[in-house]
């Protein structure tokens, strides 16, 4: 178990500045939108994509764990304590006298999954599809929920493709060139062909 002990204002301050990033992105689904807070010694950093804050508390023990954004800010603005007491377990949260369910937790075992992922406020599925060349280990991106993401990214680019494919086809380009070209947009690095 991990547990963090922190001024209510100083926390509540800390998730207003992310509501400010959060708020920003338009057409999604707020249940979906995901806080990764990470324990160190001393320390929790908070991470919501386009946003990363830390903030000094008192903690005792090491982890990483995520929990719906909204949910969680929801406990925080409501809790009439003005000094929190937060306990991270595998499954489950207990933050005050409220337990919390919906939460993913790794204690600092290996660093396999140690890393924030950093994603701009209104990523796309190309800031998605750059996250596999940005040497994120698969268990980073599981943890933070977008490897499922990254597959729809990966299947919509294909869909583009093969869309793109009927208008051009008239004029001999392949699917196969027209999936070659987007790869050396996309990782320009990793692809030595030139278009």
Known sequence: MVTIIVNKKKLLHTLKMLNTAVSVRKNINKNTIICEITVTDGKATFVVPGAIFSLDCVTQGAAKTTIPFWY????IKNSKSPELAIKINYAYMNIGAVTVNLIKTTFF????ILRSVKLPINYNDSDLLHLIEQGYTPEELKFN????????????MLRNIKQAHKLL????????????FVENCLYPKKTNEKY
């Open 109 to 112: 075992e290996d660093d396999s």
């Open 145 to 156: 929920g977008l490897d499922i993401k990254i597959d729809e990214a990966n299947e919509a």
């Open 72 to 75: 969680f800010y929801d406990i």
């Open 169 to 180: 086809s008239q004029y001999s380009v392949s699917c196969d060139d027209l999936k070659k």
